[in-house]
């Protein structure tokens, strides 16, 4: 079993930046695909930005692409979603998310396992 938790989310300001981090234990998710979603009021949970067990592959989103970058940190355990450029619209609840077969996917049903999520707020 994987345990992931998010934090690093809070308050922005629009233009500001956050770095979020997705601490894993339980087992080396070195060999599992990981992603960062988000869910805001009233719509569904979306892929932002993925990236794949060896660091070959990585995915974005057009609504974050160019703003958000993730990376991993193997010897940690831990991965990191940076957020630049933050905008009112990028308010949600941001969630990782690990997937066993080392792949990035769209499909919500391939991720086996889900941080609490933490919320982001980017608001004047």
């Known amino acids: 079993q994987v345990q992931l938790v998010e934090s690093g989310g809070g308050l922005v300001q629009p233009g500001g930046s956050l770095r979020l981090s997705c601490v894993a234990s339980g087992r080396s998710i070195s060999t599992y695909g990981m992603a960062w979603f988000r869910q805001a009021p009233g719509k569904e949970r979306e892929l932002l930005i993925g990236?794949?067990?060896?660091?070959?592959?990585?995915y974005s989103a057009d609504s974050v692409k160019g703003r958000f970058t993730i990376s991993r940190d193997n010897v940690k355990n831990t991965v990191y979603l940076q957020m630049n450029s933050l905008k009112p619209e990028d308010t949600a609840v941001y969630y990782c998310a690990a997937c066993s077969s080392g792949r990035v996917t769209y499909v919500r049903e391939a991720y086996n396992y889900w941080g609490q999520g933490t919320q982001v707020t980017v608001s004047s």
């Open positions: 990236i794949n067990w060896s660091s070959t592959t990585t």
